[in-house]
């Protein structure tokens, strides 16, 4: 067993040793390391995993949105050449097991089904085209189903849900009085479509068991808790389940929970005593693994003639599944962003047949923003005042709806920024009024924000005496970089160059990680491995008979005096120890969020009414940045999903039955290269105390929010045209 460095974030911490370190890594646009493994298709992915005997699942969907299911007739799909068995006593846990909600024990043999596409039943077979072409012969009979299928004409039977991240309801003030006394105000819906994450890699898990432990290699997101829930859904301990998930194609919500595919490998693993693998078909993943849910919001702003805002409105209402608890916290950035006595965020959720809600990019400001955002850009101009002024006039000193500090906060100054950068000077001032040729002119501005939060998250470090560091824990990278930050904070930390560090990720064996969600990855994970390295500072500086302020680590040497030892020659046989962060009190006692300020020029054809995005400006302040070049690629990537938000992306569903009509790539329209500008991202300098020992802060959630809803103003800029149903698709413009 190692030693163990533990720091429970009651208080901020007084200093950084990554504020002396001289190593010059951490921060560094390096380009990610696992990337050439990646190139060159030697990065094994879950679904590439080789297994001996191994089967093939495929999914059987429900046709139906509501009713029991009568029967199941596989004899078709069973004299197809190659398939073995079609199993179907796992549809309860198939539902429960995925996020969303409280995962309910699991109940053998349920029969009820909640929306089309459902997965009910598994074909497994000797390949995936033969259990591809058993599972399109099996017919589902079921009974007629009593089912709503959507949220239009439904509004009154919204329902108040449990709290979730944020409360379901809150009030403080007056908000009518507030309204009816305002020199100014907005008040207007908007509305925001189901969406799906649309991760390039499929879900998939390929499960494998040795007697009655079970190993997954599936491409998840947060390990130690899927661990968790597929050995609830199975009803085994967590002890006897392991994950690995070495590399992973994206997430960005879709792989928080395990998903269909996974429960139904093992059961069918279990029953055949041979391993399965069940990847999703692209169509799958749209109808079967969690959608944002669309949204129906009310925003009510009150201002007087100087700008201020004295009332804040924001009442949402989304869809979920009967039972589930999750909800879009669509008034998330609405608690916090802007100062305001009267303030009333409410969400309520009608209950609909339409696929699982759950997590996707920034749950909650994504969508939220959009409202909020474009609200304040209608306040700016039933005030005549510019709108990045009115933001300004409104900045909180405290968080208005909880009276805390704010830890960092740095809106103000991305904005001012930004507005130099982008020649927010220049912009059109006249809506509708600025042409070049058949194409109308806007500008526009948004805010971006995004809560900060800390989870538990362990990591393992060791140094061994070839002077290496080893990097272990089950943090996932999606994409993102952790392979690439983990081992600049280790080399950082250890003063080795990065070649010298190998970071292991994405195991259940490893120390149990926070893994990649809701933007604490970076600053979870990095911050154990930070506390494990100080731990091995202090056993070099021991070993090195000099005090541990006195040592300074560089290009594999320790330093101290007139003293250059080999690292390797310090630690023996070699040393190890274990970081393990957890949340405490500061999550209580200050309010920790990211910000930033978008910035855009948007044309729109005059007659056609097409939307190009031409120029954008990001401006963000998130603590300490780990690496300039992931970090940038992260609020690329989020603007990326704020154009489609504004622009594209819908996920429709059928009126009649809820079904995802639009359930591929080709019809679910994602921006394309042609679709987004080059953008100037910047970061502003920042160091936040009371985030962690890094001082980071959450950065992969915040170039999302907001970033649609400037899109959608600069729009209005163009054209004189407010839209408030998303996606602004041409038709909505002519
Ligand atoms: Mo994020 S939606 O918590 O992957």
Redesign the pocket.
Known sequence: MSDVNSLTMDRPVEDSILNHTVQDVLGKPIDRVEGPLKVAGKATYSAEFGFDRLAHGFLVRAPQGAGRIEAIEADAAKAVPGVIDVIHDFDGFIRNAQQGGETEAPTMGVREVHYVGQPVAIVVAESFEAAREGAALVTVRMSAGDGDFGIEGREDEAEKPADGMIPAHSDAGDLDKAMADAAATVDAFWTTPSQNSAAIEPHVSIAEWQGDRLTVHGAY?MLSSDRQQLADALGLEEEQVRIVARYVGG???SK?GIAPECVAAAIAAKQLGRPVKTVMTRQQVFEATVRRSDTHQRLRLAADGDGRLTGIGHETIVSNLEGEDFFEPAGLATHFLYAGANRRVTHDIVRVNRTLSG?????GEAVGMLALENAMDELAEALDIDPVELRRINEPEQDPSKDIPFSSRKLAECLDEGAAAFGWEQRNRTPGGLRDGDWLVGHGVAASARSNLLQPSRARVSVTPEGRAIVETDMTDIGTGSYTILGQIAAEMLGLPIEAVEVRLGDTDFPPAAG???SWGAGSSGSSVYLACEALRAKIAASFDAEADGLTLKDGHAIAGNRRVPLGELVGEGIEAEGAIEPGEMAEKVNQASYGAHFCEVHVHAVTGEVRVKRWTGVFAAGRILNEKTARSQCIGGIVFGIGTALTEELVHDERDGKCVNRDLAEYHVPVHADVPHMDIRFLVERDAAANPLMAKGIG?LGISGAGAAIVNAIYNATGVRVRSYPVTLDKLI
């Open positions: 997101q997430g960005f919500g928080l997590s996707m990019r920034a749950p990649s969600g809701g959630e």
